[in-house]
């Protein structure tokens, strides 16, 4: 539905101020629409809904592993911080994090 926040935030660039074509209803029910559950689910990851789902299950393994091999990522200049978590180096990602 939308990508590249940085062009739809900008307020002279984005679509969103200035649409384009005709207005088309969103059907969010489609199976399409499924395309939110992924990113939904790894954003939990980093702001869960309580100290309780962060700390129970595999999560309470996984994510200080994850926050561990950010950290690696950020040392050795294999992600980057600004302005948002940015993969630079595909293998780091194939074989620390994935």
Not at 23 to 49: C, I, N, Q, V, Y
Not at 71 to 88: C, D, E, F, I, N
Request: with cysteine; charged share 25%; proline share 10%.
């Amino acid at each position: 539905l939308m990508d590249e926040c940085d062009v739809l935030l900008h307020p002279l660039r984005s679509e969103l101020n200035f649409p384009v074509g005709p207005k088309e209803p969103l059907d969010l029910s489609t199976p399409r629409a499924h395309r939110w559950g992924l990113p939904m689910h790894l954003f939990d990851a980093f702001f869960p809904d309580s100290l309780e789902d962060a700390t129970k299950g595999k999560a309470s393994v996984i994510l200080p592993k994850l926050e561990a091999e950010i950290q690696k990522g950020y040392a050795g200049k294999q992600l980057q911080r600004s302005p948002h978590l940015v993969l630079l180096q595909v293998p780091f990602y194939e074989k620390n994090i994935r």
